[in-house]
């Protein structure tokens, strides 16, 4: 009887000695890209939870997520990969890949990781666990719009050679390339759908979009919303738009026009235009909320003070929202009851109520851009 | 004759150039819109993204002049627009001096 008590009060002080344990669904890190740092944040009570350091020139940085949703996998802009412990709050590796990078992605399987880079262009991938390097795919261009596809696939644009690639990582230390030429001129990012089926890419040198069937055994690319109307004389575009697989909103997929003050509506079964609507300026971003009844809307500078909603049955703005100036980005709770949007030049990350747009929290972050949950760690295409 | 009036003429832009250097508020303004506007396609640090570096390395062999008529004029046939409808031509020019050697830190 004595010993088991011992071992009892053992396991007692133990416990009290561990921090308590936690999940990782609600968690997620704001980038505070001058300052070359994350702060990590929980989206249950919105409160920052603390800030990793080191992580180099956070200028258009980008995140992904394992699938467990621990690890942040954080993509700088000089190249620097770095996985982000969530629950520690640390770094747990760190490598410095190239010399000027875009975005990366992760593996349907979560075991690899795919870095975009701009110079030298191409893409390269990282084991996920240790960040050992496994494969290098160089492109001699740019590359945009790198996302993951079903079978461990990474799709991605290049920028001036005007391609689409798909790289099968099947095998991760010999992928196979399929090149599509001459998809258009400057794509300028690229998205796959959420279910894994369609990749998109847009075109900053032509009007229209491009769109890859991946079900396809020898996938082509076709030419979608040819032109649109960017026209001879298109307004300056003072921010390149971003594009992601939270542009769909049940059957429609919102995107951004280039030069114009308009939202495009794509009908997915059709691929035609559905409806396009008059916005506050160039947009930047159009999100879905999950659930495709809303899409928020965010614009390039000088209108990056606003944050217009559309409501999507009918197709119109019923929504203005002015959280601070130069909002950079925002990002859905995976169910959509909350909406977390950064102020670049009021320093702040502004949580608003999904339904009721009323203002929930505001945290204090120094030039805050992109904000990333863990919840993306479960999506295909982010 | 000729060449004097040009001469003159060109005293005169300079002074007037020098004249209208931006007042220390705007300079503020202008570094800010540099680092973080120019910064989401020529990076924070300058060092170049979907646009080109803007580090004085890059610069050196540029001509000013050809720098501030990208500036206020974009790049045709590039994603570089025009910002002349919030930039004075004295203002593209400093921007391009502090450009050419470099932001303060």
Redesign the interface.
């Known amino acids: 009887m004595k010993p088991l008590t011992a071992v009892a009060l053992m396991l007692a002080l133990a416990a009290c000695a561990a921090p308590a344990p936690r999940g990782t669904g609600d968690l997620g890190l704001v980038v505070e890209?001058?300052a070359g740092r994350v702060m990590l944040i929980e989206t249950s009570g919105r409160t920052a939870l603390g800030r990793v350091d080191g992580l180099g020139?956070?200028?258009?940085a980008a995140a992904v997520f394992s699938r467990d949703g621990r690890y942040a996998y954080v993509f700088g802009?000089?190249g620097g990969l770095s996985k982000v412990d969530l629950l520690r709050a640390r770094i747990e590796a760190r490598v410095i890949q190239a010399g000027?990078s875009?975005g990366g992605a992760i593996s349907q399987d979560g075991s690899l990781v795919a870095v975009a880079n701009?110079?030298p262009g191409g893409i390269r991938i990282f084991d996920a666990r240790t960040l050992e390097p496994l494969a290098e795919v160089p492109t001699g261009a740019?590359v945009?719009g790198i996302a993951d596809a079903p079978g461990n696939r990474f799709v991605f644009s290049l920028?001036e050679a005007g391609e689409i690639w798909i790289v099968d990582a099947s095998q991760p230390r010999a992928p196979a390339v399929t090149r599509l030429k001459g998809i258009g001129r400057?794509p300028?990012d690229g998205f796959v759908t959420p279910n894994g089926r369609h990749y998109i890419a847009g075109l900053?040198?032509e009007d229209g979009l491009v769109l890859v069937d991946l079900w396809s055994p020898e996938p082509g690319a076709r030419r979608i919303l040819d032109g649109y109307g960017r026209g001879e004389e298109p307004l300056?575009?003072?921010?390149?738009p971003h594009l992601r697989g939270w542009a769909v909103a049940g059957r429609y997929i919102f995107l951004p026009a280039i030069g114009r003050h308009e939202v495009l509506v794509l009908d997915s079964v059709t691929w035609t235009e559905a409806a396009r609507i008059a916005v506050h300026g160039q947009p930047v971003f159009a999100v879905a909320q999950p659930g495709g009844r809303r899409v928020w809307v965010n614009f390039a500078?000088?209108n990056n003070g606003v944050v217009q909603v559309i409501d999507v049955p009918r197709m119109q703005v019923v929504k203005e929202l002015r959280p601070g100036r130069?909002v950079l980005h925002m990002e859905f709770t995976p169910r959509g009851e909350q909406a977390w949007i950064s102020s670049?030049?009021d320093g702040a990350v502004v949580v608003y109520d999904g339904a009721s747009f009323a203002e929930l929290a505001r945290l204090a972050a120094e030039?805050p851009s992109g904000i990333f949950l863990s919840s993306r760690g479960a999506m295909t295409g982010f | 004759m000729h060449r004097w009036l040009v001469l003159l003429v060109l005293v005169a832009a300079a002074t007037a150039a020098a004249a209208a250097d931006p007042a220390p508020a705007r300079r503020a303004e202008l570094l800010?819109l540099v680092?973080?506007?120019c910064?989401?396609?020529h990076?924070?640090?300058m060092?170049?993204?979907?646009g080109p570096s803007l580090e004085p390395a890059a610069l050196a062999a540029k001509d000013a002049q050809m720098l501030r008529f990208v500036i206020l004029h974009?790049r045709r046939?590039t994603?570089m627009?025009?910002?002349s409808?919030?930039l004075t031509e004295p203002e593209a020019q400093w921007i391009v001096d502090q450009l050419k050697k470099g932001l303060p830190q």
């Not at chain 1, 300056?236 to 390149?240: E, L």
């Open positions: 890209r001058a020139d956070l200028s258009h802009r000089d000027n875009i701009y110079s740019k945009v920028f400057q300028y900053f040198g300056p575009v003072y921010k390149m500078f000088p130069a670049r030049d030039s | 800010h680092r973080q506007d910064g989401s396609c990076g924070l640090t060092k170049g993204g979907l974009g046939g994603p627009p025009p910002w409808a919030h």
